[in-house]
């Protein structure tokens, strides 16, 4: 068992950055990881306003191995590392960063995430017609990857604010193959594309933690075979999912994608495979009513 | 027994900073005083070329709690630090600095961990002839605090080195109420100042590990109830020591020094009375031969 007596100089650290974080998940949950494979990591947290002198310390910092970066850091980040992956440059935001001594990597794993968890399920991305409830940051990086990834046939995208809709919808239109359709949020438009959609992925805050119990999707708009994803994972099983779950259908809580997105990250900071039980145990534990 | 998978979003992180780090025995001391003491910090060890931004860093992360910064850094960390204290103004050097909420504190523990060490050994400097061997940069830190604390009537400092001497001795003098005397390092210099010195500290590499077994001081310049104290702590005694010890001379060793330099530091970090049993023992452990 990793003791901090045991840690020594070369010792590695990882850390998430975001203001706040204090409430976060990742120490617990890469130390644990850490600890089960006996890795000679570490990880903690800081709060931080001064994204660009946090990096630069990084840079400056050998060992400082990768940093997880979540709100509001995650757009801010991408000015301030040395290299970009492409997806990520479109996407606009990134939530991980490796320090290859001392050059810094910026990517994001939010979206391989989301496209991991589908995948995990036994969810069958190609050819079919997604819809996506919201087009904010979440969206975006969920969008990209199974635009560049998933194939899917159509990706539709609803969203109450025309502005951010129609800037993922130009976006995302010359990086993929599907068809990109979007249309303002009514209860027309939901109506419609719900008739059409094989696989439902809702990323509005609607639901979330302590707005529980109010669901963007009317119960009777649901049909046999749809595939719910919700990328909200407090509570566990929203509103959404749990509506959809009474229909019988296949249900995804956005738990699957934020244990991903952590897998994810421990992978690129340490080279090995992630020890996914222990680190969905202690999200469980975290997360538990 | 803290464990790394007790690291939390408020876990506070300290760290060395040099180049080289990796044999520094700092993270070994400090963590297992966090861990007696059940303290809600980690300690790391970064290797740094620059300086600047790695402070730039500290600033930004908050959590980032203390720095120890070890050779070659002692000097350019004062750069960009935004308050030094004024006697570590004067050393020209810091080994400690403690970020409170962004603003960063340096300051030195080098010289008050050898005042410390004199004193637990029971030593009165008050009114005594002191005679530093040295005047680089640890001798400096060492003078400056007994010249500003202990109250000795005389600090004779020898070095071969003639710049270094006559800086040291022209800035200590309008620090001190001590008369103070500085001299070329020769056969003849020596003797006469072993003849009229009450305490001895010799601040030179010499008798250093890998090149053991050999002293400054002939044996026969010991006298009756000099106090000698070597900074130099690989190995544990010195030849000056040994030599001395022989004498039946008091001696002390640079361990006591080292400790203390930690000791001092961990305060600072933690606010709290250090263990210093424990960090004693993770000293000794690790120099035993």
Redesign the interface.
Known sequence: ?????S?????R?C???GNP????LS??IH??A??ELDLDF???????????????????????RGMSVTIPHKMEAMKHVDAIEDVDRRIGSINTIINDNGKLLGLGTDGPGALKALKDAGVEISGKNVLMLGAGGAARAVAFTLASNGGPAVIEILDINETILQELTADLTPSTQAVIKSNKMTDNALAKAMAAADIVIHCTPIGMHPKEGISLVPVELFRPGQVIFDIVYTPLETKLLADARSKGLQVISGVEMFINQAVLQFERFTGVDAPVEVMRKVVMEQLKP
């Open positions: 068992m990793k003791n901090v007596r840690i020594k100089t070369s010792t650290v850390a998430i950055i974080v204090k409430h976060s120490p617990a130390n644990a850490f600890a570490v990880y903690v947290a800081f709060r931080v306003e001064d994204v660009k002198h946090a990096l630069a310390g990084m840079r400056a910092l050998e060992n400082f």
